[in-house]
């Protein structure tokens, strides 16, 4: 080959190059640009992985929590239904509580009515307990009474004794005067 063809060739074969090394730039840019893609594809990847894991993790949370809002719904029926028992029966006690309040304030006022039929009789034992020994007193008065009855009787029985006996006595006496009046009178009329 000339010189020229040589020259013409370095030129062509420069500018080849330099085209090559352009499209190797090129593409080292282009590679570049893919892999730093590809890298912030692995790691959306990776994210949405990730995020994936999470929504999963997520929506068996959510159907746990829905199967527990079933039972605590279901739980919830039992409860307004025991509810309503309880309400029921509530309501029962109390109305039983009215009554055994009523039957509390009868009693209350039998006691009270006891209290004062106690005191009433506790007045009355000790106004018969003092009847009794007043009962006592009058019985030993009587008794007194009675001896002195006696007593009386007795010695007026002895004056009544006495007062025949004087007179009898006066009798006796009272005929011999009247003997001796009529002797006296016959003595005057004799004389």
């Known amino acids: 080959l000339g010189f020229d063809q040589m020259c013409s060739l370095f030129r062509f074969s420069s ?13 080292k840019g282009n590679n570049a640009k893919l892999t730093a893609a590809l890298l912030e594809s692995t790691a959306n990847v990776k994210q949405w992985k990730q995020q994936l894991a999470a929504y999963q993790e997520e929506a068996e949370r959510l159907h746990k929590r829905v199967t527990e809002l079933e039972c605590v719904s279901s739980q919830a029926n039992a409860v307004h ?34 209290r004062e039929l106690q005191e009433q009789r506790d007045s009355l034992t000790q106004k018969l307990q003092e009847v009794e020994i007043r009962n006592k007193d009058l019985e030993g008065q009587l008794s007194e009474l009675e001896q002195r009855l006696e007593k009386s009787q007795s010695e007026q029985d002895a004056f009544r004794s006495n007062l ?18 009529d002797n006296l009178a016959k003595l005057l009329e004799c004389s």
Do not use: C
């Not at 025949?164 to 009046?181: H, N, S, V």
């Open 164 to 181: 025949k006996t004087l007179l009898e006595i006066l009798d006796g006496k009272i005929f011999e005067l009247t003997e001796l009046r």
């Open 15 to 27: 500018a080849i190059s330099k085209h090559w090394e352009a499209e190797l730039a090129t593409l």
């Open 81 to 114: 239904s025991h509810k309503t028992e309880l309400s029921q029966t509530v309501q029962e006690l109390e109305e039983t509580l009215k009554v055994k309040e009523e039957e509390i304030e009868r009693l209350k006022q039998e006691i009270d009515n006891a």
